[in-house]
């Protein structure tokens, strides 16, 4: 009797693994493609403070946008086989300090890029502000990848505190008054003024370093690379350099919005250049 209901079970198994090896093509072929990605962000802690990237769009870098003909010429070659060599991106970086919620660099917003770029906003709703939170907003400099996304194209103003509340727009010289624990940290060559943000937390550092690098596949193995956007080049050779030398011999987590996103990482000395150390994705928010 038992044998038999074990037969008949085992025919059934049998019929039902054969309707199942005849079906999968057809189910695989009918599932939708999904076309929609994650959230443009990327959170993590560094010591107390809370950093969340925030991606405002892709890019790719001309060819045209690098100096010297010899580098051009050798980027072209090199395309041929390596077509995302000059792969970038732009992006801010949302500071929440438990006393200030700070935005470093304000993305391209809709100026520029046919649609491409302009999705910082949209970003920082998805990682849980408004950009009416936004108590201070820090500009490395005044390029408009940088500072785009500060106003709409009809003229209103997107994160509405420092705007309102702190007078609108202030220069300085000096980091003391503007945020606890920060230092500024004068990046010359790119522009005048270009400056990047040094933050301590529980001895942990997080340096945003603007437009230090525009293509890293190229300046990091080449520091020497300079790009048209410049103001200096010579300078910003100068800067990159010795900045790059300093940040591979110490523990700081580097951030550059026009590096791959999240753009958030290390730097190791490699040969004549550098590698880069991205941060690793986990869902982990305590070190251990
Ligand atoms: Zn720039
Ligand atoms: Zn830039």
Redesign the pocket.
């Known amino acids: 009797m038992l044998k038999r209901t074990w037969m008949r079970l085992a025919a059934a198994l049998l019929a039902a693994i054969a309707n199942f090896v005849t079906v999968p093509n057809a189910a695989l072929a009918a599932a939708p493609l999904h076309h929609d990605q994650a959230p443009g962000f990327y959170r993590l802690k560094v010591g107390d403070l809370e950093v969340t990237a925030l991606f405002d769009g892709p890019g790719v870098f001309d060819v045209n946008w690098l100096n010297g003909e010899k580098t051009k010429d050798g980027v072209l070659k090199a395309l041929h086989d390596d077509p995302h060599l000059l792969d970038v991106a732009d992006a801010g970086y949302l500071v929440n300090t438990g006393k200030q919620l700070i935005l470093v660099d304000a993305g391209s917003g809709t100026w520029f890029g046919g649609g491409k770029f302009g999705h910082l906003v949209s970003n920082l709703r998805s990682a849980g502000y408004t950009p009416e939170e936004v108590d201070l907003v820090l500009v490395t400099h005044l ?1 408009s ?2 500072i785009g996304g500060l106003t709409t194209q009809d003229g209103k103003i997107v994160f509405a505190a420092p705007y309102i509340k702190a007078g609108k727009w202030h220069t300085f010289s000096d980091s003391r008054q503007i945020v606890d624990g920060m230092q500024i940290v004068p990046l010359r060559g790119h522009t005048p003024g270009h400056t990047g943000y040094e933050l301590s937390s529980q001895g942990k550092n997080i340096l945003f370093w603007g ?1 230090v690098m525009h293509v890293q596949r190229l300046q990091l193995p080449d520091p020497k690379v300079t790009v048209v956007f410049d103001v200096d080049p010579t300078a910003a050779a100068v800067t990159r350099d010795q900045l790059l030398r300093k940040l591979a011999s110490e523990d700081v987590l580097i951030v550059g ?2 590096l791959l996103f999240p753009g958030l990482g290390r730097l190791h000395k490699e040969g004549g250049g550098y590698r880069w150390a991205p941060v690793a994705f986990t869902d982990q928010w305590e070190e251990k």
Request: glycine share 0%.
């Open positions: 390029h990848d940088h437009d919005p026009h």
